[in-house]
């Protein structure tokens, strides 16, 4: 039996919780209604003069709220059932790679059918999730260009004996900071040998030290993990709410923000956990990179709107740090 059979099976048969709500709704609201009705009727019928607009009026505010219920809980149903496909995508992407670990030689067309049905489920459920995004969201927001990304230093005061030395120093053009557009594209690093716009996003990132230094990290952890055959793009984690990253950020420990370690992909998670515990030089390159991303996330936190929070988790250096963040324990 396949995974999608079996889903069809686990469907509830029953109304679903949000049918119901709705039902008990409208049953409550068609009840309000008529005992307006009836307890209203003088006054309805003085009213009489005014016209059909007050009979457009009422009639709207009646039928309007079963509108808006009844469209919140097709939503609610059809959210529930995405996520149910996706559950069942998950777990035959980690039988797959399992069965690919233990045995390799084995039935590679087998294989290529079964890797061909999760891909076509995958697209499915990936175009069902832009629907309902689509429906809830409404229009994209607009993407900030010229915020700046990072809190900025406050130069330190300089000693009063030192202020009115001599010295005629040339001026340096004032660097603009970088943005947060600019931020999360440099943390996903350039996506090609010919993405020029994206080296030059690096080359800007590189000239702010802190960030320089977080990026100089994630390029090795990212070099270190492909030697066993671990590349972000592969990864697919669940995409942590913003508020997950601000708990993280404002310091918080433990189950508030061990969202952050809900990846999928247990192959991988083995694979850079026995890297963690037996290879030191990959070891020290991880616990550095690791703080030094918690150091920048605490300037870039309070800087960002949610939406980019979301965006900043889907690169390649925030995948990085939740893959390594899960296998260090440092969500624990």
Request: glycine share 4%; charged share 25%.
């Amino acid at each position: 039996m396949t995974d999608r059979a079996s889903l069809e099976q686990k469907k509830p048969q029953s109304l679903g919780t949000e049918t119901l709500i709705a039902l008990a709704f409208t049953i409550f609201w068609l009840v309000a209604c008529a005992m307006y009705v009836v307890f209203n009727v003088p006054s309805t019928m003085a009213s009489e003069s005014s016209g059909t607009l007050t009979l457009v009026m009422e009639l709207m505010a009646s039928f309007f709220p079963l509108i808006v219920v009844w469209i919140a809980a097709y939503l609610s149903k059809s959210i529930r059932s995405v996520r149910a496909e996706a559950s069942v995508l998950r777990k035959s992407m980690n039988q797959i790679k399992t069965f690919l670990l233990e045995k390799p030689q084995n039935s590679d067309t087998t294989l290529a059918e079964q890797l061909a049905k999760i891909m076509a489920l995958a697209k499915q459920t990936e175009q069902r999730l832009n629907e309902l995004a689509e429906k809830q969201i409404g229009m994209p927001v607009a993407a900030r260009t010229n915020s700046a990304a990072l809190a900025e230093k406050i130069p330190k005061p300089q000693d009063p004996s030192q202020a009115t030395l001599p010295l005629h120093t040339p001026m340096e053009p004032e660097r603009m900071p970088i943005t947060v557009v600019e931020f999360i594209r440099a943390l996903n690093f350039p996506e090609n040998a010919n993405d020029k716009e994206g080296f030059r996003i690096l080359r800007r990132a590189f000239e702010e030290r802190e960030l320089g230094k977080l990026l100089q990290a994630s390029q090795d952890v990212l070099t270190l993990l492909s030697q066993d055959g671990i590349y972000m793009d592969d990864l697919n984690p669940d995409k942590p709410l913003p508020k997950i990253w601000r708990r993280f950020a404002s310091g918080q420990r433990g189950s508030p923000i061990s969202a952050l370690g809900n990846l999928p992909d247990q192959s991988a998670l083995t694979l850079a956990r026995n890297r963690l515990k037996n290879d030191p030089v990959f070891r020290d390159a991880a616990h550095h990179f690791l703080r030094k991303f918690d150091q920048i996330l605490v300037e870039f936190e309070p800087m960002a709107e949610d939406y980019e929070l979301l965006e900043m988790s889907m690169t390649r250096t925030a995948r990085a740090f939740m893959l390594l963040g899960r296998v260090a324990g440092s969500f624990d």
